[in-house]
């Protein structure tokens, strides 16, 4: 069986014919937010459910947080430190090199947040993530409650003030910069109806500002969750069947087939090309002919 799916003939010159998609540790619930760091040589990713960030090296798998407060999406700053979305506690943090946590958000207009999800620093250091309401709709992710506020993106300047940014999505979920940060994706996944939204909108970023919001690309199969670019601005998005590969004009080149449901993925390993991918129960890792985007 192939592990790759080709549309686009250049799609082709990005995989390598003899590196498997391989799974590297199973038994999670619900795997999210993989963060790639190069100088522990280690991943860190949330398995939600289980209220814990694990931490993947090549020795295997062991606990770097419990509880995590149903931490979701990570990223890393400029500084290097971890920036979580954390469902439990509806915020966003920051743990600092002594291991404290400052909070950079939990709340807006003197509303709570509602479940913060996934997160990414901007070129100035700002801090963007987007508000769902996925973990407070049950007990399984978070703690069920009341949503105060509207699914939103919101921007932390670096001075600390919080502004809502994109407002007119029904759930925004993985958002990525395009390399030269004159570009912003972002995923909606709806409210998991079938006649909701499965697509990625882009935005032109003009004087720090997302506008010209418009539909770049339908998920086809199932939706796109976190998402990463590569260093030629292909978005590399999450899907049902695996990860999609989408040129910057916005077709699918290709799919690197997973054989879980996937949420979210980054690049990591040496050279920035190795795609680590979360995906329901597992983690997976595949070798690519591709450099990709670091976070931040
Ligand atoms: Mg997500």
């Given at each position: ?195 909701d939204p499965q697509h ?18 339908v998920i086809?199969?199932g939706c ?73």
């Amino acid at each position: 069986m192939s592990f790759f799916e080709v549309m686009d003939p250049v799609f082709a010159t990005y995989v390598l014919g003899n590196a498997p998609v391989k799974r590297l540790a199973t038994g999670f619930d619900w795997t999210e937010g993989p963060v790639w760091f190069g100088d522990a040589g280690c991943l860190l990713f949330s398995d939600i459910p289980n209220n814990r960030i694990v931490r993947w090296n090549e020795e295997g798998v062991t606990t770097y947080r419990q509880p995590s407060n149903y931490a979701n999406g990570h990223t890393r700053d400029r500084q290097g430190r971890l920036i979580s979305c954390e469902h439990g506690t509806r915020r966003v943090t920051r743990t600092e090199w002594d291991g404290s946590i400052t909070v950079i958000a939990d709340s807006y207009q003197g509303k709570r947040l509602n479940s913060p999800n996934d997160v990414i620093v901007a070129p100035d250091d700002a801090i963007w993530f987007s508000d769902p309401h996925y973990g407070i709709m049950t007990d399984y992710e978070g703690s069920k409650a009341e949503q105060e506020l509207p699914c939103t993106v919101y921007r932390v300047s670096p001075a600390g003030g919080i502004e809502a940014v994109i407002t007119d999505m029904q759930a925004p979920n993985g958002l990525v910069f395009s390399p030269d940060g004159n570009r912003l994706y972002v995923a909606d996944t709806g409210r998991m109806f079938s006649s909701d939204p499965q697509h990625i909108r882009v935005f032109d970023m003009v004087d720090g500002c997302p506008v010209n919001g418009r539909i770049f690309h339908v998920i086809t199969s199932g939706c796109a969750d976190g998402m990463r670019a590569d260093s030629d601005g292909n978005l590399w998005s999450s899907a049902a069947d695996g990860v999609h590969c989408i040129a910057p004009d916005g077709h699918l080149m290709g799919k690197i087939l997973v054989p879980e449901l996937v949420s979210n993925l980054c690049f990591g390993g040496h050279a920035k090309h190795r795609l680590f991918i979360t995906a329901t129960t597992s983690i997976y890792s595949v070798v690519l002919n591709r450099r990709g985007i670091q976070t931040p």
